[in-house]
């Protein structure tokens, strides 16, 4: 069975930074290209930053201008985003995505993160 938790959302003030972490099991993690999305209320999923299972690439949104970085460690099965500088913008909720192939993926059940004054 696949499982994708992820954790470390929370609410913060503009400027601050948060680490989100997503815990995969049930597949092969290290074959999986991994994401996070982001959904906002009222608004569609979108795609935050992507991180490729071979080779090291990274892709990213236009709207994290440096401010996000995606990482996995492969042994512990996780993925991770550095959020900083956060602003009232970000918030949504945020999910991990596992994509094992072009019809074989499976989403976490998101964490929040509230970004306000």
């Known amino acids: 069975q696949v499982t994708l938790v992820e954790s470390g959302g929370g609410v913060v003030q503009p400027g601050s930074s948060l680490r989100l972490s997503c815990r995969g099991s049930?597949?092969?993690?290290?074959?999986?290209?991994m994401s996070w999305y982001r959904q906002a209320l009222g608004k569609e999923r979108e795609l935050v930053a992507s991180f490729l299972p071979t080779g090291g690439r990274k892709n990213y949104a236009d709207f994290v201008k440096g401010r996000f970085t995606i990482s996995r460690d492969n042994l512990k099965s996780a993925l991770f985003l550095q959020m900083n500088n956060l602003e009232p913008e970000d918030t949504a909720i945020y999910y991990c995505?596992?994509?094992?192939?072009?019809?074989?993926?499976?989403w976490g059940r998101g964490t929040q993160v509230t970004v306000s004054p």
């Open positions: 995505l596992a994509r094992l192939g072009e019809n074989n993926y499976y």
């Open positions: 049930g597949f092969a993690f290290e074959w999986a290209v």
